[in-house]
């Protein structure tokens, strides 16, 4: 019988790549990591893992066995949340990862309603990059979170998680107004995506830190406009990028969300892109009572907002 906790670990070492990762993400010593996959492999009675180099990799039958692990794992996700969904009340913590910006936009209105209707649950909030989800949720740190893609940066299908859409909203380039507006920018309305970004290729521009999606869809939809930005400042704070962009310090993405309290000085123009915001959480946990709960909260406090997709 193949152990779930040593399937867990196969897991984790198929996502992280390193024993030394997944010994650090689950509080294990790499030498404890190692011997319990070892007793996996003589579980499963064929070679699960190999050495390349310094690394170990997972053999045909390995990767062959993390697919079933995620089908298992999902099962008891799913059992778990119906036991909880059998016992009265909504209750106890919830561990909740924010992608910075939905902070001030979602978080707040989602909180209070669950205070409203399930003043039992203990919601416990943390940033996280949209990237550093899939992990805290498989980890344990997490029990659901916000994330978001971009046009140009999709989501990576990931078995272990679900996923329900949230809200979608347009994404706006940030200019100073003392600049010189180009024929085909706000005042013209429309155009396609290298008319509005063109004119500012030669510009200064401001986005967020590199590794995150926001920089990976900053760079890409300048590419696909036809240049490479020439980036000054890297913030993920979409108010510093609105201050910085209406005193001249450069041009900059922001989404709907961030511009209800633009400063004055900051031209925004609508572009033909994206941002798509979804709550994920361990696949099969859809139904826990809590999670059920916060998505509710969520949709809507996003409803009252006007901005539900």
Do not use: K
């Not at 909203?169 to 107004?177: D, F, S």
């Amino acid at each position: 019988m193949l152990d779930v906790r040593r399937l867990h670990l196969l897991r984790e070492l198929e996502r992280r790549g390193t024993i030394a990762a997944v010994a650090e993400a689950l509080s294990f010593t790499a030498s404890a990591v190692s011997q319990q996959l070892s007793v996996l492999e003589r579980e499963a009675g064929v070679p699960l893992l190999e050495r390349s180099g310094r690394r170990v990799v997972l053999t045909p039958a390995g990767r062959t066995l993390v697919t079933h692990a995620d089908a298992v794992l999902e099962r008891l996700e799913l059992a778990v949340s119906q036991l909880a969904g059998a016992r009265e009340g909504v209750r106890g913590p919830l561990r909740i990862g924010t992608f910075p910006s939905g902070g001030p936009a979602i978080v707040p209105g989602t909180l209070a309603e669950l205070a409203l209707r399930h003043p039992a649950l203990e919601p416990m909030l943390q940033e996280i990059d949209s990237a550093r989800v899939s992990d805290g949720l498989r980890a344990g740190e997490l029990d659901v979170a916000l994330v978001h893609d971009y046009d140009f940066v999709p989501a990576t299908p990931d078995a272990t998680m679900d996923q329900v859409p949230l809200l979608e909203e347009p994404m706006y380039l940030a200019t100073a107004a003392a600049d010189s507006a180009p024929a085909t920018g706000p005042a013209a309305g429309g155009g396609t995506l290298a008319e509005l970004l063109g004119p500012w290729a030669t510009s200064a521009w401001i986005t967020a830190r590199e590794g995150t999606t926001g920089h990976a869809m900053a760079v890409r939809a300048c590419q696909a406009a036809g240049f490479q930005p020439r980036i000054r400042h890297q913030v993920n704070d979409f108010r510093t990028v609105l201050a910085l962009a209406a005193i001249g310090q450069g041009a900059g993405f922001v989404p709907g969300m961030a511009t209800a309290h633009a400063p004055e000085g900051v031209v925004l123009t609508p572009l033909p892109l994206f941002r798509r915001s979804r709550v994920a959480f361990r696949a099969g946990g859809g139904t826990h009572p809590a999670i059920a709960a916060f998505v509710a909260a969520a949709r809507t406090a996003v409803g009252a907002t006007g901005s539900a997709s």
